[in-house]
């Protein structure tokens, strides 16, 4: 059995694209894998939060988790704050990091570019996020392709670690899911589908009311072409329809440009709004029942003990071989 981890950042409701590129993958691998799902609250704070909203986001994302299809009785799901041995080991595998390699990190040159002021916790996260899998003994990270710098980065961590130190820590393999991966934006479809995207109408939430989902996709940007077909450089807005729906239904893209040739754009985006709404749903249905009920508390806090367990157990190894601390004597 595999240990599988992954996070998300409570900085908004997610997008269709986060569950059809992550989260909807994340119920199969739970039957057969150890799986740990964290809520990354402290890696958010390296932008502004607004501290009543990002209480409420925690809680949201938790929801969707479970309403999502993850089953406590088979995965760990968790909130990163609620275990302090994440910060501790992020702060060890910060001392063994280099500032070169921590700026050439994609993701910190696209926040910081233009900033006046931008936090250290911006450019010194990808440790934490090393120590988040790290701490598991985590074999596979499921993430999306704009994740990868990231996760090298945690596996030469890993590795100058087990080098330096003790060879304790299991370099993690990541794992790119091959259809929904990256699901785009409706509004221009060269960039990936985000929740924090100022067009509303460029993604749909996954508690986006079904009118919204409706008229979000029959507004999405495609060309004049009124074919149907998967062309993601020349066609890269029905290309990501094409995506969407098939991700949402059983059928392939092979498929669906079958049953769509010569029927033009309109009934195309009808059928991919409604395959967006009947998969939706069942969660939205599922997510209000837990959202602000007794058994959500009682899963992050039965989560939140086990996932501390392990990961103290981890911290203690790496702490050791580090030479932190003292060794007790044994009464």
Not at 3 to 21: A, C, D, H, R, W
Not at 301 to 328: H, I, Q, T, W
């Amino acid at each position: 059995m595999k240990t599988i981890f992954s996070g998300i950042q409570p900085s908004g409701t997610l997008t269709v694209g986060n569950y059809l590129g992550a989260m909807k993958h994340f119920v199969d691998l739970q039957d057969e894998n150890h799986c740990y799902f964290c809520i990354v609250d402290e890696h958010a704070i390296t932008v502004p939060q607004e501290r009543l909203k990002l209480r409420e986001n925690i809680r949201s994302l938790a929801a969707l988790y479970l309403a999502s299809g993850i089953d406590p009785t088979k995965s760990t799901l968790f909130i990163q704050s609620e275990v302090s041995a994440h910060t501790q080991l992020g702060w060890m595998l910060q001392s063994i990091s280099y500032i070169g390699e921590l700026e050439r990190m994609t993701q910190f040159k696209d926040k910081s570019t233009g900033k006046e002021a931008v936090s250290s916790s911006l450019l010194t996260y990808p440790p934490l996020m090393a120590a988040d899998i790290l701490l598991y003994n985590t074999d596979i990270v499921p993430v999306g392709d704009d994740q990868k710098q990231h996760l090298e980065l945690t596996r030469n961590l890993a590795q100058r670690f087990n080098n330096k130190y003790n060879d304790i820590f299991t370099i993690p393999e990541i794992s790119i899911p091959k259809v929904g991966a990256r699901i785009m934006s409706l509004q221009e479809p060269t960039k990936k589908m985000s929740k924090s995207d100022e067009n509303q109408k460029a993604s749909i939430l996954m508690l986006d009311d079904e009118k919204k989902i409706e008229k979000k996709i029959k507004s999405a940007v495609t060309d004049s072409e009124g074919i149907v077909t998967f062309d993601k450089v020349n066609k890269p807005g029905i290309s990501n329809l094409l995506t969407i729906h098939a991700s949402c239904t059983s059928e392939t893209i092979s498929e669906l440009e079958s049953k769509y040739k010569g029927k033009g754009y309109g009934e195309f985006k009808q059928d991919t709004a409604n395959a967006v709404i009947n998969t939706l749903r069942p969660i939205q249905q599922r997510y209000y029942e837990l959202i602000d009920s007794k058994e959500l508390d009682d899963i992050l806090d039965a989560g939140a003990d086990k996932a501390e367990f392990a990961a103290n157990k981890m911290l203690a190894k790496a702490k050791k071989a580090m030479g932190l601390g003292r060794v007790k004597k044994k009464k």
